[in-house]
């Protein structure tokens, strides 16, 4: 399913700005290993920036949990990528608070979890939005091109039309739900 303009920009915006500001720290704090007062400050500043971008994108990530990712499941359309990130965002997320909140003997083992998943995302959340426009992912099992899903309203329109053929008994508020929907199209 396409995202909105808006939901769009928010999604690859607060990813960007994560995925640069993690980067940035990185070069600047473990590989530059930033000890003059300039550069430390500088790094602490992406660090922050990191933290408070990664909390927006977690918000817009959550705001495709009622549609997007839903609708990708139940269509299994982009599965493979949308899993993977949506697995790296939790991995990153508990890393984090690992880093944050848990004791030295679990931080350097999360640090480079959290490194490792962070660079991983950097690739997954392109790949994904990348195969989702091209339609490239299989609908089911298999490595093959599928044909684009319906959209939402050609869904509803089905449902629509279908229901109004068949005389089902069902109640016109409910006759188009998920479960409804998949018997109008199977049937």
């Known amino acids: 399913m396409r995202l909105g303009f808006w939901q769009k920009f928010a999604i690859f915006s607060t990813a960007?700005?994560?995925?640069?500001?993690?980067?940035?720290?990185?070069v600047l704090h473990d590989v530059m290993s930033a000890e003059q007062d300039e550069m430390a400050d500088i790094a602490h500043m992406?660090?922050?920036?990191?933290?408070?971008?990664?909390?927006?994108?977690?918000?817009?990530?959550g705001s495709l949990l009622p549609?997007?990712?839903?609708?990708?499941?139940?269509?299994?359309?982009?599965?493979?990528?949308?899993?993977?990130?949506?697995g790296a965002i939790a991995i990153l997320g508990a890393t984090a608070l690992v880093l944050y909140y848990g004791g030295e003997e679990i931080h350097a083992p999360a640090k480079w979890l959290h490194l490792i998943f962070g660079f991983a995302c950097l690739a997954l959340f392109p790949a994904h939005a990348f195969l989702g426009e091209k339609g490239l992912t299989p609908a089911g099992a298999g490595n093959g091109a599928s044909a684009?899903?319906?959209?939402?309203?050609?869904?509803?329109?089905?449902?629509?039309?279908?229901?109004e053929k068949k005389s089902l008994g069902v109640d016109p508020r409910d006759r188009c739900s998920n479960h409804n929907l998949a018997e109008a199209r199977d049937g």
């Open 67 to 86: 549609v997007h990712i839903r609708s990708g499941w139940q269509r299994r359309r982009n599965l493979t990528t949308g899993l993977a990130v949506t």
């Open 46 to 61: 992406l660090l922050v920036l990191h933290g408070a971008s990664s909390y927006a994108l977690l918000v817009a990530v």
């Open 16 to 26: 960007a700005a994560v995925g640069l500001s993690g980067l940035l720290w990185f």
């Open 148 to 163: 684009p899903a319906p959209s939402l309203t050609q869904d509803s329109q089905l449902c629509e039309t279908v229901f």
